[in-house]
């Protein structure tokens, strides 16, 4: 089964930019859909953003004109790029990748925005 590992979070001030980054370790192609979720503690996980592998973003009202989703399949990586980050943005943040057979998760990494 293909793994994921996210990269890229840590602590930044409002306004600010970070750029995650998803390893997969096997092939990405597969996956008619790969994205971003996120989550804070006592709220369920929530889309961010996702991109499929014809390359159609849908993203989040939220996070629309400031985050963006690419996907490598050559490099099985998936990325958002986040910029203009606000307070709300903090949360933990998931890699995924699903097709009709299968549905994976990555571990999550942290985003925290603050001043």
């Known amino acids: 089964q293909v793994q994921l590992v996210e990269s890229g979070g840590g602590s930044v001030q409002p306004g600010g930019s970070l750029r995650l980054s998803c390893a997969a370790s096997?092939?990405?192609?597969?996956?008619?859909?790969t994205g971003w979720y996120r989550q804070v503690p006592g709220k369920q996980r929530e889309l961010v953003a996702e991109v499929t592998s014809g390359g159609r973003t849908n993203y989040a009202d939220s996070v629309l004109g400031r985050f963006t989703i690419s996907r490598d399949n050559a490099k099985n990586m998936v990325y958002l790029q986040m910029n203009s980050l606000k307070p709300e943005d903090t949360a933990v943040y998931f890699c995924?990748?699903?097709?009709?057979?299968?549905?994976?998760w990555g571990q999550g990494t942290q985003v925290t925005v603050s001043s």
């Open positions: 096997g092939i990405i192609f597969r996956f008619s859909f």
């Open positions: 995924n990748a699903r097709s009709l057979s299968e549905n994976v």
